[in-house]
């Protein structure tokens, strides 16, 4: 069974920094793409970024691309996601999941408040 843990949310001002992690287990995570969904309050989901599993290419949203960074460890099978200069509108639930463009199974999600 895939199990994903999102940790490291909060609340930033805008221009803050966040650093999210996700530690996996339950399946081969190496071979695996990875991606982060979030999604906003009354909103449905959004796809963030994704970073596939063999030669780690990473695609971004239009609004993250040059502030948001997607990497892994896969000897720790962790996914991270570093976001720097966030913005109001980034604020929401970020979910980890395992997938390409945010479809697959995923976590409970780690909350994003991103405010003054």
């Known amino acids: 069974e895939d199990q994903l843990v999102e940790s490291g949310g909060g609340w930033v001002q805008p221009g803050g920094s966040l650093r999210l992690s996700c530690a996996t287990s339950?399946?081969?995570?190496?071979?695996?793409?990875m991606s982060w969904l979030r999604q906003a309050p009354g909103k449905g989901g959004e796809w963030v970024s994704t970073?596939?599993?063999?030669?780690?290419?990473?695609y971004y949203r239009d609004s993250v691309k040059g502030r948001f960074t997607i990497s892994r460890d896969n000897a720790k099978s962790m996914l991270y996601l570093q976001m720097n200069r966030l913005e109001p509108e980034d604020t929401g639930v970020y979910y980890c999941?395992?997938?390409?463009?945010?479809?697959?199974?995923r976590g409970q999600g780690t909350q994003v408040t991103v405010s003054s």
């Open positions: 339950g399946f081969t995570f190496s071979s695996s793409p």
């Open positions: 999941v395992k997938g390409a463009y945010g479809v697959g199974s």
């Open positions: 970073i596939l599993g063999g030669p780690e290419i990473t």
